[in-house]
Nanobody, 119 residues
Framework: QVQLVESGGGLVQPGGSLRLSCAAS????????MGWYRQAPGKGRELVAT???????DHADSVKGRFTISRDNAKNTVYLQMNSLRPEDTAVYYC?????????????WGQGTQVTVSS
């Protein structure tokens, strides 16, 4: 099992930046995929970005060019650098760990951190 703790959320003005952190309880090099999801009020949870154990990255079209997912294996931490923030980025952001085996695919979630983009 993996425990995840997000941090770094807060209130920021449009055009501003935040960096979210996700600290994992085990080596992220042993986790197949780490990701960030978000859920805005009244909307479903959507994928923001993923990074594999091999370092491959993917970002949703809505954040591509503005957000960057990265990892620090030594710190067991995944980051989401968010630049050029827009009001529509306002959401609770959740860290996700996906462990894939020959027998199962398991997802683990943090409790979320609030990001509010407002002037």
């Amino acid at each position: 099992q993996v425990q995840l703790v997000e941090s770094g959320g807060g209130l920021v003005q449009p055009g501003g930046s935040l960096r979210l952190s996700c600290a994992a309880s085990k080596s992220i090099s042993s986790i197949n995929v780490m990701g960030w999801y978000r859920q805005a009020p009244g909307k479903g949870r959507e994928l923001v970005a993923t990074i594999t154990s091999g370092g491959s990255r993917d970002h949703a079209d809505s954040v591509k060019g503005r957000f960057t997912i990265s990892r620090d294996n030594a710190k067991n931490t995944v980051y989401l650098q968010m630049n050029s923030l827009r009001p529509e980025d306002t959401a609770v952001y959740y860290c996700n760990a996906r462990q894939i085996t020959a027998y199962s695919r398991d997802d683990y979630w943090g409790q979320g951190t609030q990001v509010t983009v407002s002037s």
